[in-house]
């Protein structure tokens, strides 16, 4: 048996595993592909449009309501049926408009506007969460794929130890055992194999729910991206560029406000209003009459059963909430900060590891079937040898994965996991488009602005 042949054969089914075939697909179109077909994102972004709709739906507190009404009544008198003197027919127009209520709806719409931008950075949550699944997607199917190869190239080299075993029994060599314990691991690695396989497709079919397609070839190896110099400069980006903190900020803004809005909720609002109508009563020779009248009203409660005072309070326990929460998305954002930060340290210290342990194993393995060949080492020391190689090699095809995941976990940590970031080339979602399109709550096919909107509203729905 040529020993040489066969070690040769584990280093270049590796390598062959490593590198990637013209046309795979790169780490940045994958993300571009997860960014562009996540049904997840879309559904946020939908979020999003409806959170910008309150700030219209607040702002109308400050515009003029018109109302109008029409009506038809009889009166039917003693039984005889309506007369044609006693139908009346009434038309009414009415408008009223805020005056003043102490800056409660001005406030209303501030707490608006923070909900929208908390909703914004947890839409930025939302597409770190994606875009890390599709790394993690990309790095088990490189990682299964060499793996596998490995397997493969595992049973190949036993099955030739193997056959090696039984022709040095023929001769006298070796006893049965040996040709036991070479037929046992070869079992032992087909095996290995099938799981090796299995593991491959549960990749590919977790890259298909991550990037939207099966990876077209397997994919090659990316770049470390640049992340931080150190764990302290990473904690000090993340604390001021994480979504989840500044989301938790606008939160703790909007609560602020509304226990502002439910204060002055006690007080009284001034209504201004103007009113026209017209009745017509049918046989009546005057013709109908109309009748105008405008005027303001002040109005208020002298007592609501306790409700106004239970809201008060109610705000201010929300808000309470809305601190703490921010208090703990930064403690755990500086935690997911650490824990990355220290993955990516042990990954590149186990990666290094792996390799002096790849050249060590090789350098046993060759001295093992060499001492075998003088009768000085027998199967079992060659199996464990190769064994030892096996290992070696898986591990560092784990540790190279952990270490991209810790990385990229890094850049999620410091909040700066987005397409914009990591320039993919992609069309972003505009968040100002709708906003500034809906904020002056335009009417809908009554004014050019809602002309504009129903314009986004049709390029929304097509994408």
Same mark, same amino acid.
């Given at each position: /048996?040529?020993?040489?042949?066969?070690?040769? =054969?584990?280093?270049?089914?590796?390598?062959?595993? /490593?590198?990637?075939?013209?046309?795979?697909?790169?780490? =940045?179109?994958?993300?571009?592909?997860?960014?562009?077909?996540?049904?997840?994102?879309?559904?946020?972004?939908?979020?999003?449009?409806?959170?910008?709709?309150?700030?219209?739906?607040?702002?109308?507190?400050?515009?003029?309501?018109?109302?109008?009404?029409?009506?038809?009544?009889?009166?039917?008198? $003693?039984?005889?049926? @309506?007369?044609? $003197?006693?139908?009346?027919?009434?038309?009414?127009?009415?408008?009223? /408009?805020?005056?003043?209520?102490?800056?409660?709806?001005?406030?209303?719409?501030?707490?608006?506007?923070?909900?929208? /931008?908390?909703?914004? #950075?947890?839409?930025?949550?939302?597409?770190?969460?994606?875009?890390?699944?599709?790394?993690?997607?990309?790095?088990?199917?490189?990682?299964?794929? +060499?793996?596998?190869?490995?397997?493969?190239?595992?049973?190949?080299?036993?099955?030739?130890?193997?056959?090696?075993?039984? #022709?040095?029994? +023929?001769?006298?060599? &070796?006893?049965?055992?040996?040709?036991?314990?070479?037929?046992?691991?070869?079992?032992?690695?087909?095996?290995?194999?099938?799981?090796?396989?299995?593991?491959?497709?549960?990749?590919?079919?977790?890259?298909?729910?991550?990037?939207?397609?099966? @990876?077209?070839?397997?994919?090659?190896? @990316?770049?470390?991206?640049?992340?931080?110099?150190?764990?302290?400069?990473?904690?000090?980006?993340?604390?001021?560029?994480?979504?989840?903190?500044?989301?938790?900020?606008?939160?703790?803004?909007?609560? #602020?406000?509304?226990?502002? &809005?439910?204060?002055?909720?006690?007080? @009284?609002?001034?209504?201004?209003?103007?009113?026209?109508?017209?009745?017509?009563? %049918?046989?009546?020779?005057?013709?109908?009459?109309?009748?105008?009248?405008?005027?303001?009203?002040?109005? =208020?409660?002298?007592?609501?059963?306790?409700?106004?005072? !239970?809201?008060?309070?109610?705000?201010?326990?929300? !808000?309470?909430?809305?601190? !703490?929460?921010?208090?703990?998305?930064? *403690?755990?954002?500086?935690?997911? &900060?650490?824990?990355?930060?220290?993955?990516?340290? %042990? !990954?590149?210290?186990?990666?290094?590891?792996?390799?002096?342990? %790849?050249?060590?194993?090789? &350098?046993?393995?060759?001295?093992?079937?060499?001492?075998?060949?003088?009768?000085?080492?027998?199967?079992?020391?060659?199996?464990?040898? +190769?064994?030892?190689?096996?290992?070696?090699?898986?591990?560092?095809?784990?540790?190279?994965?952990?270490?991209?995941?810790?990385?990229?976990?890094?850049?999620?940590?410091?909040?700066?996991?987005?397409?914009?970031?990591?320039?993919?080339?992609?069309?972003?979602?505009?968040? $100002?488009?709708?906003?500034?399109?809906?904020?002056?709550?335009?009417?809908?096919?009554?004014?050019?602005?809602?002309?504009?909107?129903?314009? *986004? %509203?049709?390029?929304?729905?097509?994408?």
């Amino acid at each position: /048996m040529n020993f040489k042949r066969n070690f040769a =054969g584990i280093v270049s089914a590796t390598l062959m595993a /490593m590198s990637s075939p013209a046309g795979a697909e790169s780490l =940045g179109d994958a993300l571009a592909s997860a960014y562009k077909h996540s049904g997840l994102l879309k559904q946020n972004q939908a979020v999003l449009r409806a959170a910008d709709e309150d700030v219209a739906i607040a702002l109308s507190g400050l515009r003029p309501t018109i109302d109008y009404s029409l009506s038809h009544s009889w009166r039917d008198v $003693d039984g005889a049926g @309506p007369a044609v $003197d006693t139908r009346v027919n009434s038309a009414s127009l009415t408008a009223s /408009m805020l005056l003043y209520n102490f800056g409660r709806t001005q406030l209303g719409i501030q707490a608006s506007k923070e909900v929208v /931008m908390a909703t914004r #950075d947890t839409l930025v949550g939302i597409e770190q969460t994606i875009l890390l699944r599709a790394v993690r997607a990309f790095l088990d199917v490189r990682s299964t794929n +060499e793996n596998a190869a490995l397997q493969a190239n595992s049973v190949r080299v036993l099955a030739q130890e193997l056959r090696a075993a039984q #022709d040095r029994f +023929e001769v006298g060599e &070796v006893t049965q055992t040996d040709v036991a314990i070479a037929r046992a691991r070869l079992a032992s690695a087909r095996a290995n194999q099938v799981t090796a396989q299995g593991e491959l497709e549960i990749a590919r079919e977790e890259y298909r729910a991550a990037v939207g397609h099966l @990876p077209k070839s397997f994919p090659n190896t @990316p770049g470390l991206p640049k992340t931080a110099n150190s764990l302290a400069a990473a904690k000090s980006v993340a604390r001021d560029r994480h979504p989840d903190i500044q989301a938790a900020q606008h939160r703790v803004n909007a609560a #602020d406000l509304g226990v502002e &809005v439910a204060k002055k909720a006690m007080l @009284p609002s001034l209504v201004g209003s103007a009113q026209t109508s017209f009745t017509d009563t %049918i046989g009546d020779s005057t013709g109908g009459s109309f009748n105008n009248q405008i005027g303001v009203t002040l109005r =208020g409660e002298f007592y609501a059963g306790g409700r106004r005072s !239970a809201e008060y309070r109610k705000s201010i326990a929300q !808000a309470e909430q809305a601190r !703490a929460a921010l208090d703990l998305a930064r *403690i755990t954002v500086d935690q997911n &900060v650490a824990d990355a930060w220290s993955k990516m340290s %042990i !990954a590149a210290a186990r990666l290094e590891a792996s390799e002096r342990q %790849i050249r060590a194993s090789r &350098v046993a393995l060759r001295g093992a079937r060499e001492e075998a060949t003088l009768g000085s080492r027998t199967t079992l020391d060659v199996l464990n040898a +190769e064994q030892e190689l096996l290992n070696a090699e898986a591990s560092r095809i784990t540790s190279q994965s952990d270490r991209f995941l810790a990385a990229y976990s890094l850049l999620a940590a410091m909040g700066l996991l987005t397409a914009e970031h990591l320039k993919l080339g992609v069309a972003s979602y505009d968040v $100002d488009a709708y906003y500034n399109a809906v904020r002056n709550a335009p009417v809908r096919q009554v004014s050019p602005q809602g002309e504009k909107l129903d314009a *986004i %509203i049709s390029i929304l729905g097509k994408n």
